[in-house]
């Protein structure tokens, strides 16, 4: 039976916990308290922004790897990475004909850590695009396309078009010959659609051949218009997720 | 299977509270350590590969091989076997608007939340991913009339004959434009109604019988239209048809999860092949070669 009659000495480990987790200003931002008991576990997911994606219990077997992989989960993280390095290039880079190239070689040559930041957002983009695939697959072959989660299952495959798009017009950007060409043959492609092919390529490129105009205009849909969209569209897919049940179980 | 119906009413059943376990920290606890290993993956890699930057973009120097981003080369792939309107915007419309369809055909509830949840799906994945790999293959040498080099190697080669050429007879059968180009099709004329049809088979004329009106010419270009639409598209449609039959007949589809499981395999298996085809296996002029005889000029 615990002692009733006198509280236990604190030791210093208490002293200091109390000191950093249980003063005004951690409460304030932190209201549940450091997530040490089950209560407080759950208060941490439930009443954080960004953590609230999550139920605050899931079944067992949802947080076995080889469920999932984290195949989705990582593909937002490198959407998160892409933004990060993304915006970190944009403070280099001048979408303008005379100086998207030489910006390209002033970041790799000039910038600390300018051949890095944009590696990592090379290789991070082509990463994601292979993870949404592989997610697309594992959510076939565990079946987990199936009611009620139809749905969500088509807004998966306007997301893996949204990350294409996003790629692509990315591609356009360092401006060099690799760039020039594989949008050339990329946006005759769409030029060859029986209907409205000729313009639907004019209105991507703003004319006829790839020029100043085609970049400004991958450049803006690269940096804002697509994001926008595959945010929303990201949105509503981890939103239905929640909404479908969760995970899918066998009934 | 379970019929619709049943499957409607069918209801999870109650939450199992000691079967569920605590988001913090056990699923974000994994998730953390995925982040940081892609970080550091994706750190090192940048660390010793660099992004690729070649010149500076010239209108009037083209590069070829020209190559769209990889992940665009499965349909450049294409763009090489049959007409650019199928290849480019076609083939990938339709395949997007059947991937998206998927669970508005397949609705039985049953085998969700497991891996390849059906008797067969396991032979159903591996035989539609790797006779589609195959076939792909197969008929990506094919069209590049890799056959016809090979046939005649071996033959000068075993000093059967050292001046062995494919034979003209079997020109139809060098690739898919043979069916063009290798047919005497302007021979194979005959006549219905007072009119002589398909004269050279490249413009059906178009009239009223009996008229003396001269008729209007069709600019079908029915050859072309064959080696370029007809036999591609029937390929791409017959092709899945057999699979599902085959595996019928195999007894190894019951249900239309396994017919999906079978054709979602198979194109992963086109889409890969092609994709890898594309992107390693196609040099100047988009001949095929093995990738280490791949150089891109400039002209």
């Known amino acids: 039976m615990a002692n009733l009659e006198r509280a236990p000495r604190k030791s210093i480990n208490d002293l200091i916990y109390d000191l950093i987790f249980k003063n005004y200003v951690w409460q304030s931002i932190f209201r549940t308290g450091y997530p040490n008991t089950p209560r407080n576990q759950m208060l941490a997911v439930a009443t954080n922004v960004f953590l609230h994606l999550h139920p605050t219990r899931i079944h067992r077997t949802h947080v076995k790897i080889t469920h999932t992989y984290c195949l989705g989960g990582l593909s937002f993280f490198m959407f998160l990475g892409l933004t990060v390095t993304g915006v970190l290039l944009m403070f280099y880079y001048v979408p303008s004909v005379e100086r998207a190239y030489q910006d390209i070689q002033a970041l790799e040559a000039n910038v600390r850590f300018g051949q890095l930041l944009r590696n990592m957002h090379r290789w991070m983009a082509h990463a994601m695009i292979i993870l949404v695939l592989l997610h697309m697959m594992r959510v076939f072959y565990t079946g987990a396309y199936k009611p009620p989660r139809e749905f969500n299952w088509v807004v998966g495959v306007v997301l893996f078009i949204l990350t294409l798009l996003l790629s692509f017009t990315g591609y356009l950007l360092p401006w060099d010959q690799l760039a020039f060409w594989a949008i050339t043959v990329g946006t005759t492609m769409v030029g060859s659609a029986p209907v409205l092919g000729d313009e639907s390529k004019f209105l991507l490129l703003g004319g006829f051949s790839v020029g100043p105009n085609a970049l400004i205009r991958f450049y803006t849909l690269h940096v804002i218009g697509l994001p926008l969209v595959i945010s929303i569209f990201m949105a509503v897919h981890f939103w239905r997720v929640r909404r479908d049940g969760g995970l899918a179980r066998p009934l | ?299």
């Open chain 2, 1 to 299: 299977m379970v019929s619709r119906a049943a499957a409607a009413i069918r209801t999870r059943p109650r939450r199992e509270r000691e079967a569920e376990v605590l988001v913090w920290p056990d699923l974000v606890f994994i998730e953390f350590i995925s982040a940081l290993i892609f970080s550091i993956a994706l750190m090192v890699l940048s660390a010793m590969v660099n992004a690729p930057l070649l010149n500076r973009a010239d209108p009037d120097t083209t590069p070829n091989p020209s190559k769209a981003p990889w992940y665009f080369l499965n349909l450049q792939e294409l763009l090489l076997h049959m007409e650019p309107a199928w290849a480019g915007v076609i083939v990938p419309t339709i395949a997007l608007v059947l991937l998206a369809a998927i669970p508005y055909w397949d609705r039985d509830t049953d085998g969700q939340g497991v891996w390849f949840g059906t008797k067969f799906a396991g032979r159903l994945t591996v035989f539609g991913f790797t006779a589609a790999t195959l076939i792909t293959s197969l008929l990506i040498i094919w069209d590049g009339s890799l056959h016809v080099v090979w046939t005649e190697n071996v033959i000068r080669g075993l000093g059967l004959n050292s001046d062995f050429a494919w034979p003209g007879g079997l020109d139809w059968f060098r690739n898919l434009r043979g069916f063009d180009t290798g047919i005497p099709w302007d021979s194979l004329g005959f006549t219905i109604g007072g009119f002589t049809m398909f004269e050279d088979w490249r413009a059906i004329p178009l009239g009223i019988p009996g008229t003396t009106t001269d008729p209007w010419l069709l600019n079908l270009n029915f050859p072309s239209f064959l080696s370029q639409q007809i036999i591609p598209v029937a390929t791409m449609v017959g092709l899945p048809v057999l699979f599902v039959l085959f595996c019928k007949m195999l007894g190894w589809i019951h249900t239309r999860r396994d017919i999906a499981l079978l054709i979602f395999s198979a194109f992963i298996g086109v889409y890969l092949t092609t994709t890898i085809v594309g992107t390693a296996f196609r040099g100047q002029g988009q001949d095929l070669k093995p990738p280490w005889d791949i150089v891109v000029l400039e002209e």
